[in-house]
């Protein structure tokens, strides 16, 4: 299974980026996929994940900003930034469960998003 970030990048406070996320050798089926980051010196951080059963949950920074969607078709998962602040730079991953259990084995190697003022 590798799953491959993109779409990473530079943008002002206010702007918006579309991270895009590819897998292969994978399925998407009805299993738990989502985006994590990590800012510089601090741990990773769930922003928004898909469950089996379709369900979305976010990170209270991100409610309202942030918006996760998939195109099975092209095994590929998407997180769509909006109003984007300081505070969201960090190195984003993309992460896939390999059962039914949200038990996220699966690691892209991240994207970066630098959000200057």
């Known amino acids: 299974v590798q799953l491959v970030e993109s779409g990473g990048g530079s943008v002002q406070a206010g702007g918006s980026l579309k991270l895009s996320c590819v897998a292969s050798?994978?399925?998407?089926?009805?299993?738990?996929m989502g985006w994590f980051r990590q800012a510089p010196g601090e741990g990773s951080e769930g922003v928004i994940v898909i469950g089996h059963d379709g369900s979305t949950s976010y990170a209270g920074s991100v409610k309202g900003r942030f918006t996760i969607s998939k195109d099975s078709a092209k095994n590929t998962l998407f997180l769509q930034m909006n109003s984007l602040k300081p505070e969201d730079t960090a190195m984003y991953y993309c992460?896939?469960?390999?059962?039914?259990?949200?038990?996220?084995?699966?690691w892209g190697q991240g994207t970066l998003v630098n959000v200057s003022s």
């Open positions: 992460a896939a469960s390999a059962s039914g259990a949200c038990d996220y084995s699966f």
């Open positions: 050798g994978y399925t998407f089926s009805s299993r738990c």
